[in-house]
């Protein structure tokens, strides 16, 4: 995009971004890790980059935070670039992964850092100290060196440590990932509700789905590189615009075939469908498929059998492997019924195989796992 | 496990190691302080004379200032070199930071006394120094102060004790996690901000080491001296040297060195609770 120079700082407060990367390509030597990625952070946001380890997450993070430089584009905060400035001029601030807690100092002296390092008084420092360790409620740890912490405290501390300089902007790099799970979950709902609280926007980097989920206001799915989807958790997931996107968010089922004369056939499967003929990809979510009984009325329902190769009890529900002739396996999540076994009828409504672009898949076609670690 | 035989004969070695080196050389020294030379024989009677010989004549006071000033000197001038240098290699060396850290302790490799040979040429009326000068017509004639003065001492003793301190406090800048200096940028601390804050505080069991060795090894020094230091720059360990030597009263070298073994024991374990102090993780 050869304009990108001409932008005006006044065009990036018209757009009502609070931040926003502009054709942000990044290279180490010869590889790129990120190329022509264009983002933006409304105030409050709370935005997650989703994606793989290498899918260089990371290194947008560390972009706008200011530890490495972009190869092209522009980082642009609220009327500032933000690019060209080093790291400590830049209004952000971050949560580091280990969370980076001086070892030297204590829990107090930690959280007053930048408070220090700008010269803040004195008098006020100790206010917002008690403040910051207060609304992570950990004051009572005021005096202890950050070694002698369980994770989650120190988890606390870091968060404390950046939000008491007041950013609009906290970067998180996967904060929660040397987390048990338990824990994990709990920070997570305390991290959302904090959020809330202060209404300050976070950018928070995570290869965990499931947390991309619960926490988001939007997701950014991110790709070898690439942006491949923006877009609320709801819609992401619902509306999945790649192939690839609906097998990193949640499992699905991909069907490949084609349309002809307004009918779709996927294998054994078809169905009515008002797009265009040509080859043709869907996405169709295990919970959109039912075992069908006279009780359950779908509109546009597509009517299939197969036999379940495989059954596997979670619960409220039960995920089936259903083989449905010409080597083709669906899985659906139905609510636990107990063993089945042999030929079943099967249901799907024909508005749920959402059309999806081709994309190189994960891990191979239809049998993908995507489960939280 | 070991059985207990094993671990019986596997610590005979360096038990006996340790006893016929150390311990019986200590103790020797120690019960020499407290005998007397009378007639030019040594006679084993117990006695105080040499500790009140020690602190009622001056001379050995001042030669003791004087080698304390002198470790002292070193131990700041190898500060100033070796803290720099391994700040630097540390954190802006990038690639050449092996290559680097090979040459600075390649000349650990060569001798004592080839390194102070060197100096001597360097520094004499002859020598690569004042012909260096005289050539640029900066003096015209040699500047005798250069060798046989404190001022060759420290400086000989600066260039062989200057990896000492380089290396613990490489050490301990290595240890720095790097991901802490980026979390001091972030918060809002420019590069020496950070440097004041973070990499020094965290670097202070190194240098507390580094200055350690460099100061007790200083103190100890009686080549330096001996080679490039002359009359002006006696060290107590020459002191030493010479009563077990020409002047043969080696109760009286015994009881200095006691003295010296004390204020160094002392020296190290001050150090050794400070490193401690400052010692994370």
């Known amino acids: 995009m050869s304009a990108a120079g001409a932008i005006s700082p006044e065009s990036a407060s018209s757009s009502g971004a609070l931040l926003e990367v502009r054709c942000v390509a990044k290279s180490f030597g010869a590889s790129q890790v990120l190329e022509n990625i264009s983002l933006q952070i409304a105030a409050g946001e709370f935005l997650t980059l989703l994606g793989e380890s290498g899918s260089g997450k990371t290194t947008l993070l560390r972009l706008i935070a200011g530890f490495e430089q972009p190869t092209s584009g522009e980082i642009w905060m609220s009327k500032e670039r933000l690019d060209t400035l080093p790291p400590y001029k830049r209004r952000v601030n971050t949560v580091f992964q280990n969370y980076a807690l001086f070892p030297h100092l204590n829990v107090r002296d930690n959280v007053a850092y930048g408070l220090r390092v700008k010269s803040t008084p004195k008098a006020e420092i100790a206010g917002r100290v008690e403040e910051a360790l207060r609304m992570v409620e950990m004051s009572s740890f005021a005096g202890a060196r950050p070694a002698t912490l369980s994770g989650g405290q120190q988890q606390r501390i870091a968060l404390a440590r950046a939000l008491i300089n007041r950013p609009q902007l906290l970067l998180l790099d996967e904060p929660l990932s040397a987390l048990d799970a338990n824990l994990r979950k709990q920070m997570q709902s305390e991290l959302k509700a904090l959020q809330r609280e202060i209404g300050i926007a976070f950018l928070f980097v995570t290869h965990d789905q499931d947390e991309a989920m619960a926490l988001s206001d939007r997701i950014a799915l991110l790709r070898n590189g690439a942006l491949e989807q923006v877009a609320s958790p709801r819609e992401i997931y619902s509306r999945p615009a790649t192939a690839y996107t609906a097998e990193f968010i949640g499992q699905t089922n991909l069907l490949r075939g084609e349309i002809n004369d307004g009918v779709a056939r996927c294998g054994a499967l078809q169905w009515k469908t008002s797009r265009a003929d040509g080859a043709a990809l869907f996405s169709l979510r295990p919970e959109a498929i039912h075992l069908a009984v006279a009780s359950l009325q779908l509109q546009d329902a597509v009517h299939f059998r197969g036999s379940i190769r495989q059954q596997i009890y979670g619960g409220a529900s039960e995920l089936l492997e259903i083989e449905c002739g010409g080597n083709q396996v669906l899985r659906a999540r139905i609510p636990a019924t107990g063993p089945l076994t042999g030929q079943h009828e099967f249901i799907f409504s024909a508005a749920d195989a959402i059309p999806v672009t081709e994309s190189p898949t994960l891990h191979g076609p239809l049998i993908t796992d995507h489960e939280p670690r | ?281």
């Open chain 2, 1 to 281: 496990m070991y059985s207990r035989a094993y671990k019986t004969i596997i610590s005979i070695p360096p038990l006996l190691w340790v006893c016929l080196f150390l311990l019986l050389p200590y103790a020797l020294m120690f019960a020499h302080s407290f005998w007397l030379v009378r007639d030019g024989f040594l006679v084993h009677q117990w006695n105080l004379q040499n500790y009140r010989a020690l602190f009622t004549n001056p001379l050995y006071f001042q030669v003791f200032l004087r080698t304390a000033r002198i470790a002292a000197s070193v131990t700041l001038c190898s500060l100033l070199l070796g803290y720099p240098l391994a700040y630097y290699l540390s954190f802006h060396a990038g690639p050449r930071k092996e290559l680097l850290y090979q040459l600075v302790i390649v000349p650990l490799w060569v001798s004592y006394l080839v390194r102070g040979y060197a100096w001597k040429t360097i520094l004499g009326s002859d020598g690569v120094l004042n012909g260096f000068l005289q050539y640029l017509h900066i003096t015209h004639e040699p500047v005798s102060f250069f060798l046989y003065s404190p001022f060759a001492v420290v400086l000989m003793l600066t260039h062989i004790y200057t990896p000492f301190v380089f290396l613990p406090i490489y050490a301990s800048l290595e240890h720095i996690p790097r991901p802490l200096l980026e979390a001091s940028q972030d918060l809002g601390a420019d590069r020496r901000t950070t440097f004041l804050r973070v990499i020094l505080p965290l670097s202070i069991p190194g240098l507390v080491a580094g200055a350690t060795f460099a100061f007790v090894l200083s103190l100890g020094d009686f080549l330096a001296p001996l080679l490039v230091g002359g009359p002006s720059a006696t060290m107590i360990a020459n002191i030493v040297q010479s009563l077990f030597g020409a002047a043969y009263d080696w109760p009286l070298g015994a009881a200095i060195s006691v003295c010296i073994l004390l204020i160094t024991v002392s020296l190290l374990f001050t150090t050794e609770r400070l490193e401690k102090r400052w010692a994370f993780k």
